[in-house]
């Protein structure tokens, strides 16, 4: 039996055939691949990945770079506030508070003794900072955070000018009480 005689056959295989070969045959000059603007495109953008991707890294390596030297400070800071093996501790607190006072003046005037404008303006409010060092030592009641705050005062190399409130906590932190002595004066935080 051929495929002819069966009516509507032969249309429906030439149809398929003709359906079969349009693909085929398919006279459209599309290029294969990306075009020559798309390439360009490609090219910028990849050029624009590695230029952000390298501002990145270098902020992380900046960032590492601060956070390692911060934490060698603090490490140099911790070494410097500890109880000297040598020193006899005064009997007094009151004594040794002064000690912290006198102390905090040398510091000052040794590490700032090359910008004497600086120093002057130390100096003017040096009566009243003495006066609040000397309170809070006392208000501290320990010996051991008086002796430790004047021995890192002492001892603190020209690097460590702008940190004498942290020579001075970590000695609190190290030495003093965990809770506050009674009568104490109780800083109120700011609201936020």
Known sequence: MRL?????MRI???????LLLVPACDSS???????EEEKKAAQEQAETDKRIDERRKKREAEAKAKEDAEAAKQEKIAAL????????????LSAACQGVVDAEV???????????????KLKSASKMQTQMTMQMCEAGGSINVAVCQKHA??????????????LKRVCVDK?????????????????R
């Open 4 to 8: 002819d005689s069966i009516p509507g």
């Open 81 to 92: 506030c500890v109880l000297p093996e040598d020193a006899k501790p005064p009997k007094k």
């Open 153 to 166: 005062l002492d001892n603190a190399p020209k690097e460590f000018k702008k940190d004498l409130s942290a």
């Open 106 to 120: 040398a510091f000052l005037d040794r590490h700032y003794a090359d910008n004497p404008t600086a120093l002057e």
């Open 29 to 35: 000059s599309k290029p294969k691949g990306p075009s």
């Open 175 to 191: 030495f003093g009480s965990k809770k506050a002595p009674a009568g104490a004066a109780v800083v109120p935080k700011k609201p």
């Open 12 to 18: 429906l295989c030439t149809s398929l055939l003709a």
